[in-house]
């Protein structure tokens, strides 16, 4: 495997429910990224993770809750979340937080 | 706030028709600002990177330049695997160095 890979690649989920998105990356890299792009609107940061601590958290509500257990994998933790949370969650990868990122393909969330 | 407004919303082009798609920034401080391109149901690819006014960088079709308030991004007789939408982003020098990103430009080449 190269690059950052995503799965669930899609996702359908009732409002009760709890599920996990997971990110690996495979090109040593030492900051990791959330993001959500819903239609119509630019790429929204979620969560950054710089050698494995959390060093931003973009006002996210509570139902989602990141994990990073070591620099190559990331998880959002999902719950209870809401229909207008839908979207493509995107995971990236960067060296030093410079801009130069490797996205995942995403996952493609709904919420019924 | 840091902010960045692509356009058009929507380009179509005929093959080998040469057109520009426009990103202008405000940044308090700019550290780099961005290009990527976003096939459906993929990730964005990282295309470019500008740091100051006056640079330009070429890649195939495409010739990527900056000013201090704008980007353009040039494509030159266009194919259609050109066919994305193309994201510009902005990085700023002072604080979390995130990256803030435009809507895109949904760019279609038709044969």
């Known amino acids: 495997e190269t690059g950052v890979t995503q799965t669930p690649r899609h996702l359908v989920m009732g409002m009760t429910n709890k599920k996990s998105l997971k990110c690996e990356q495979h090109?040593?890299?030492?900051?990791m990224y959330w993001y959500k792009q819903s239609a119509k609107k630019p790429l929204e940061l979620m969560f950054v993770?710089?050698?494995?601590?959390?060093?931003e958290n973009n006002s996210v509500p509570s139902r989602f809750s990141p994990e990073c257990p070591n620099s190559s994998h990331l998880f959002l933790h999902l719950h209870t979340l809401q229909p207008e949370d839908s979207a493509l969650y995107l995971c990236?990868?960067?060296?030093?937080?410079?801009?130069?990122?490797?996205f995942g393909s995403g996952t493609r969330l709904t919420v019924v | 706030e840091d902010q960045v407004t692509q356009s058009p919303e929507a380009l179509r082009l005929q093959e080998g028709e040469s057109s520009s798609l426009n990103c202008s920034y405000t940044?308090?401080?700019?550290?780099?600002l961005f290009w990527y391109r976003q096939d459906p149901g993929k990730g964005p690819e990282f295309l470019f990177t500008?740091?100051?006014a006056g640079e330009e960088k070429e890649k195939e079709r495409l010739k990527a330049t900056l000013t201090k308030k704008e980007s353009f991004l040039h494509i030159t007789a266009p194919k259609p695997e050109d066919s994305a939408t193309y994201l510009c982003?902005?990085?700023?020098?002072?604080?979390?160095?995130?990256?803030?990103f435009g809507t895109g430009t949904r760019l279609l080449v038709s044969p």
């Open positions: 500008l740091y100051s």
């Open positions: 940044v308090s401080g700019l550290r780099g």
């Open positions: 090109l040593g890299h030492n900051a």
């Open positions: 990236a990868s960067s060296q030093d937080e410079g801009g130069i990122y490797t």
């Open positions: 993770y710089s050698l494995e601590e959390r060093v």
């Open positions: 982003a902005v990085q700023a020098r002072a604080g979390f160095q995130k990256l803030v």
